[in-house]
T-cell receptor, first 119, second 109 residues
Framework: GAVVSQHPSRVICKSGTSVKIECRSLDFQATTMFWYRQFPKKSLMLMATSNEGSKATYEQGVEKDKFLINHASLTLSTLTVTSAHPEDSSFYICSARPASGTGGFYGYTFGSGTRLTVV | EDKVVQSPLSLVVHEGDTVTLNCSYE??????LLWYKQEKKAPTFLFML????IEKKSGRLSSILDKKELFSILNITATQTGDSAIYLCAVGGSEKLVFGKGMKLTVNP
């Protein structure tokens, strides 16, 4: 149980275009999903917390207008990198936490990640 | 500010050795401490610890939490080359996970 599907796993896009990454919880409802960015040889950096039906909460230093997050349902959150530039190239990972009231497991399950390369 | 500190940050051992990874934390409203193993892609879940003193085991891996001293250890016995990875410690506070920098383990044949 507690599977999170993330796609695409890899995307290459041209500078100036937008890219959408999807994160789905397959067998549980996730009122909260998290989006992380990982630079090479660094730990995961939380970008934003995505709450179903409301605006995402962004961490300090993360541009809201650049990284658009939509959490329209209890099983889907999307991250759109708008007007991508080469410095946005990175590994993006989502995670979801099952609601603690739905079975007791409140660990975090990660998607498989998306490698974004902006050329 | 919530903080998770892992040590050592890197370690090189030979197959068969035993390693101990440390994770100390300071977070508000502690809920759980999680250990992940990250190879090439996203982290894979190893353990979730919520109670002090109860060891969790999975094969050659084990972990324990000390909520009084605010730390956890992850032990790997009889290491194998397949254990080479980055091991991440994360602590769940009020809402979000706070990660440590990770520990890069290299197991040489």
């Amino acid at each position: 149980g507690a599977v999170v599907s993330q796609h695409p796993s890899r995307v290459i896009c041209k500078s100036g275009t937008s890219v959408k990454i999807e994160c789905r919880s397959l067998d549980f409802q996730a009122t909260t999903m998290f989006w992380y960015r990982q630079f090479p040889k660094k730990s995961l950096m939380l970008m934003a917390t995505s709450n179903e039906g409301s605006k995402a909460t962004y961490e300090q230093g993360v541009e809201k207008d650049k990284f658009l997050i939509n959490h329209a349902s209890l099983t889907l959150s999307t991250l759109t990198v708008t007007s991508a530039h080469p410095e946005d190239s990175s590994f993006y990972i989502c995670s979801a936490r099952p609601a603690s009231g739905t079975g007791g497991f409140y660990g975090y399950t990660f998607g498989s990640g998306t490698r974004l390369t902006v050329v | 500010e919530d903080k998770v500190v892992q040590s050592p940050l890197s370690l090189v051992v030979h197959e068969g050795d035993t390693v101990t990874l440390n994770c100390s934390y300071e977070v508000t409203n502690f809920r759980s401490l999680l250990w992940y193993k990250q190879e090439k892609k996203a982290p894979t879940f190893l353990f979730m610890l919520t109670s002090s003193g109860i060891e969790k085991k999975s094969g050659r891996l084990s972990s324990i939490l000390d909520k009084k001293e605010l730390f956890s250890i992850l032990n790997i016995t009889a290491t194998q080359t397949g254990d080479s990875a980055i091991y991440l410690c994360a602590v769940g506070g009020s809402e979000k996970l706070v990660f440590g920098k990770g520990m890069k383990l290299t197991v040489n044949p």
